[in-house]
């Protein structure tokens, strides 16, 4: 049984940093890209990072220069390291897992994660 439990998420004051973690169970880690993504009130799914094995990632413009997506293949661990946060960047966080490889198109993605809450207050 595949799982992917996120954490780290909280509150937040803009300008600050946030780290979420997802860790996998159940699945061979290195066959998997991993990928970020979020759901902010109202809006629509969107892809925020990718990552593969290799460590070759992939961001949406949005969040470039200040977002890093990094993974532990060790640990069976994914992260998303996220600074100068904003207010649009407050939204419920979301990991997941795809065999395709680095993608951003959320539909090939085989497994999600519960999500973790992000706030980012003005």
């Known amino acids: 049984q595949v799982q992917l439990v996120e954490s780290g998420g909280g509150l937040v004051q803009a300008g600050g940093s946030l780290r979420l973690s997802c860790a996998a169970s159940?699945?061979?880690?290195?066959?998997?890209?991993m990928g970020w993504f979020r759901q902010a009130p109202g809006k629509e799914r969107e892809f925020v990072a990718a990552?593969?094995?290799?460590?070759?990632?992939d961001y949406a413009d949005s969040v470039k220069g200040r977002f890093t997506i990094s993974r532990d293949n060790a640990k069976n661990t994914v992260y998303l390291q996220m600074n100068s946060l904003k207010p649009e960047d407050t939204a419920v966080y979301y990991c997941?897992?795809?065999?395709?490889?680095?993608?951003?198109?959320?539909?090939?993605?085989?497994?999600w994660g519960q999500g973790t809450q992000v706030t980012v207050s003005s």
């Open positions: 990552i593969r094995w290799t460590g070759y990632a």
């Open positions: 997941a897992a795809t065999r395709t490889g680095l993608t951003s198109i959320e539909g090939v993605y085989n497994y």
């Open positions: 159940g699945l061979t880690f290195r066959n998997y890209a």
